[in-house]
């Protein structure tokens, strides 16, 4: 066998093994459950939230934590894609919905069961609250408010009062 061919023989394999390599660590990453970037929390499929910082694109548990990340930091943080709470799919932030306050947060709930055995039960801050979740129309966000609390207001209006 000559120098080349031995070459391509190596070359080949190479690459069929990194190839292996990256579809099993991608295999591995999607069966992680997806944590927020801010926070740590597990990261609910139906309040998922995109945002982009300076440093790049981040995911958060939800909108509010996202908020609350360029309120804290003073970062320009600006969020790129939110997720319909009833269905679980993609909002654009410029059209979306949010219902804030109400009696649903998906992320404190979260919370409250890790710490329900090492803290007292009281109000402390969180990052997550008030509650802020998105819908694709208005109406389905006063429907939710009707049975769950909460004002209804278009997320424009909501990420413009957290950037003050
Ligand atoms: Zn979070």
Request: charged content about 20%; overall charge positive; aromatic content about 10%.
């Amino acid at each position: 066998m000559g120098r080349a061919r031995q070459f391509a023989i190596f070359a080949i394999v190479a690459v069929v093994s990194l190839a292996a390599g990256y579809a099993g660590w991608r295999v591995y990453q999607r069966t992680q459950p997806e944590q927020c970037y801010a926070c740590q929390r597990p990261i609910h499929a139906h309040s998922r939230t995109v945002a982009t910082d300076k440093g790049g694109t981040r995911l958060f548990c939800c909108p509010a934590c996202a908020l609350s990340e360029q309120r804290q930091e003073g970062k320009t943080v600006r969020v790129t894609e939110l997720t319909a709470f009833l269905s679980g799919a993609k909002l654009s932030p410029d059209e979306a919905y949010v219902v804030k306050g109400s009696d649903v947060n998906m992320c404190a709930q979260a919370h409250e069961m890790i710490d329900a055995d090492k803290r007292p039960a009281g109000v402390y801050y969180d990052r997550c609250a008030p509650s802020l979740l998105a819908f694709a129309q208005e109406r389905e966000a006063i429907q939710f408010a009707r049975e769950h609390g909460g004002t209804v207001l278009p997320f424009r209006e909501v990420a413009a009062s957290y950037a003050k």
